[in-house]
């Protein structure tokens, strides 16, 4: 028997290719991607689609959710990441918000509303125990003060799942980015993802019921974090994937076509040993992608780590990959538009968010030592 959720699948990724492909240059250059466009995708449920069916989700499983991520990585960076972000979103109220929480907020989530996570701050990029922003109960409401930066898609979003410090502890609370005291500026000249939203978020004495905290507050920071990162280093991970099979695939197709010497050059030993590399990275980070996968759906105690270790590999060899992509399409490639330019831009990026290079080296690093003695 045939799957339907497969043939569902199938023609979802018609519709993001005729939506996405052609189009994305042109967001790239404008910085934005058209609203009802991720409105549509909301709707459809793919911007977040490991949301469970009872919550009206396609309810995938972490591997199918990080082909479609790839996939949607390959065409378009940009509305990746604002997956990435619905994403996150959806997971950190499904794991802290309490049922009543989840059955009012996730089915929003796969009906067009868009969403955004706020953690990173000034003195809070890679080490987020340093959020400053405060949360603060008064009667039955909270206020929230504090700044934002860098909050991918916040330009999009109509709830902010804000992260702050909350009676001696930490928590996430849901906030309208129409609510008074919200404040959206938009980062104005980003290296990679220019049309993902990008945007720095005032939050001044802004007020919401106190039921918007998920779960009623009360974990570590460093508990919070780790739930809503997991998800989005996984995201990152699968996105940058579609970024080494969209470069893989430009370089082949350029390097078969281009000749130089009287043939190809692709038979030229140099380039070939680039393409040869290309496949590499691309087969070593959809492996580590498929493992941290796995760790997922199989619920195996290594799944935070397994995402870092995914994250680590498929983002350094999607930087690698952007940057042999422009090499070997020469002046094809090194024009700002286009589908290379764009990867090596936005490559970079993915080097940073979610945890940089250097702070998945040092988790990996500590990782080796704990589970190599003796």
Known sequence: MSDPLAGSLDTDREFVRAAVADHADAWDAAGTVPIDLLRELGKRGLLCAQVPTVHGGRGLDSRTNGELTAYVGALCSSTRSVMTSQGMAA?????????????????????????????????????????????????DAVVITGAKRWTTAAQYADLLVVFGRYQGGA????????????????VPTPLGCRAAGHAHVELDGVRVPAGNV????????????????????????????????????????????REQGGKPIARHQLVARQLAELFVAERSATLA?????????????DLVMAGVLAKYTSARHAA???????????????????????????????????????????????????????
């Open 91 to 139: 997971w950190a109220i499904q794991r802290l918000g309490d049922p009543e929480q989840q059955a009012k907020l996730l089915p929003e989530l796969v009906s067009g509303q868009l969403a955004a996570v706020a953690f990173t701050e000034r003195d809070a990029g890679s080490d987020l125990s340093g959020i400053a922003t405060e949360i603060t109960p008064d009667g």
């Open 171 to 186: 928590a996430a609370v849901v906030v309208p980015a129409a609510a008074q005291g919200v404040r959206i500026e938009p």
């Open 214 to 257: 998920l779960g009623g507050g009360g974990p570590s920071m460093a508990l919070l974090v780790t739930t809503a990162l997991a998800y989005g280093r996984m995201s990152v991970a699968w996105g940058c994937v579609g970024i080494l099979r969209a470069c893989l695939r430009a370089s082949t197709a350029h390097a078969a076509r």
């Open 289 to 301: 992608c498929e493992y941290a996968s796995g760790c997922w759906d199989e619920k195996r105690p």
């Open 320 to 374: 690698v990959a952007g940057a042999a992509a422009v090499q070997i399409l020469a002046s094809w490639g090194a024009e700002d538009s286009g589908l290379v330019a764009r990867a090596f831009r936005d490559a970079k990026l993915m080097e940073i968010i979610e945890g940089t290079n250097e702070t998945c080296q040092l988790l990996l690093a500590d990782h080796a030592l704990s589970s190599t003695r003796p």
